[in-house]
């Protein structure tokens, strides 16, 4: 059957290129996102690939399947994405307080969220035997964030041996590599990850987890700064892509947070959603004129044990990907 509809995309039948590559659409996708950090770029990169598999159907040979070809195409796209450009984010809306001083400047503020979404459906197919990381760790924002400080053939090669399971050797021939070359990136790769502490468990999602979710959310919406940080890790990270302010502890959150509870009003409703396999929520704010509420943003949590070790919020630009509208109205307005 593929033969088939390989002989008929090849004349030219786009019924049948459909049947041969939407199998895998999703998929490739979460790896273009994976290697670029950004949805919207992801999303770019997916087109690019489809439409030059399309126009090279007739230099497929059939050495490899149709996926791993795709794969080929997909992570050479994103390559070139990434050497040709500087990866600028779109321009932020500033904060509506003076920032307190951060602990860092931020390292990749093009980051986007991942829908939980484009995650149901994907096909069931098992990473290869060389795969280091469960699905979950390997979409997590922290897994993403530290894979995007990676040099571009580093990070490609860390997706398709840790991730997807190739060996070394078909990674070699996806990447037009050397043995040697793709075991040294990969021994380099893994070294910075395991210096970032990435590739701890994913939280359960179980009924601890709902409970803890539940009081960050009380306590976040209430603006209770001493509720809110009694709940965060003493490692905590807090960060605002695009927005270069990253912090880092107890201390810095509880001054960060202090200083915008003392200049925002209090949120109006948080809607879960769920991004990168994580706790998720749009942030509304209540006009006090109209009564509407007006979306300000994308909230994900990250959890580690009894305790949230990662705050990330994202510009209401990502809100189209989750569904969320600008404005809601409460029953009985």
């Known amino acids: 059957m593929p033969d088939e509809l390989i002989e008929r995309a090849r004349a030219g039948d786009r019924e049948a290129f459909a049947a041969l590559v939407e199998p895998h659409?999703?998929?490739?996708?979460?790896?273009?996102?994976?290697?670029?950090?950004?949805?919207?770029?992801a999303e770019d990169a997916?087109?690019?690939t489809l439409l030059s598999a399309w126009i090279g159907l007739d230099g497929f040979e059939g050495r490899s399947s149709i996926r791993t070809w795709l794969y080929r195409i997909a992570t050479n796209r994103c390559l070139n994405a990434l050497r040709s450009s500087s990866r600028?984010?779109?321009?932020?809306?500033?904060?509506p307080v003076p920032a307190p001083e951060p602990s860092r400047s931020g390292e990749v503020l093009w980051l986007q969220p991942y829908p939980d979404v484009l995650l149901e459906g994907l096909p069931d197919v098992l990473p290869g035997p060389e795969a280091q990381y469960e699905s979950r760790e390997a979409i997590s924002?922290?897994?993403?964030?530290?894979?995007?400080?990676?040099?571009?053939?580093?990070?490609?090669?860390?997706?398709?041996?840790?991730?997807?399971?190739?060996?070394?050797s078909e990674t070699a021939e996806l990447l037009g590599l050397t043995e040697a070359a793709v075991n040294s990136g990969?021994?380099?790769?893994?070294?910075?990850?395991?210096?970032?502490a990435v590739g701890r468990s994913p939280s359960s999602g179980g009924a601890a987890d709902r409970g803890l979710t539940d009081r960050f959310v009380e306590a976040f919406t209430a603006q209770d700064v001493d509720a809110l940080v009694a709940l965060l890790t003493s490692d905590v990270w807090v960060r605002m892509p695009p927005l270069p302010f990253e912090y880092q502890g107890n201390a810095a959150a509880h001054r960060f947070f202090t200083a915008l509870a003392g200049h925002r009003r209090q949120l109006g409703a948080m809607v879960p959603v769920g991004a990168n396999g994580q706790p998720a929520w749009g942030e509304y704010l209540r006009d006090p004129v109209t009564g509407g509420l007006h979306l300000i943003g994308v909230l994900v949590i990250g959890i580690a044990g009894d305790r949230i070790d990662e705050i990330t919020h994202f510009e209401t630009s990502v809100a189209p990907y989750f569904g969320l509208p600008r404005t809601l109205y409460q029953p009985g307005q």
């Open 141 to 168: 924002l922290a897994f993403v964030t530290a894979v995007q400080l990676l040099p571009p053939n580093q990070r490609a090669v860390l997706l398709l041996r840790d991730v997807l399971g190739y060996r070394a």
């Open 46 to 48: 997916l087109q690019e």
């Open 88 to 95: 600028r984010p779109q321009p932020a809306v500033p904060l």
């Open 25 to 41: 659409r999703g998929e490739l996708q979460l790896h273009c996102y994976r290697m670029l950090g950004s949805l919207q770029d």
């Open 186 to 196: 990969l021994a380099r790769a893994r070294a910075t990850l395991d210096a970032k």
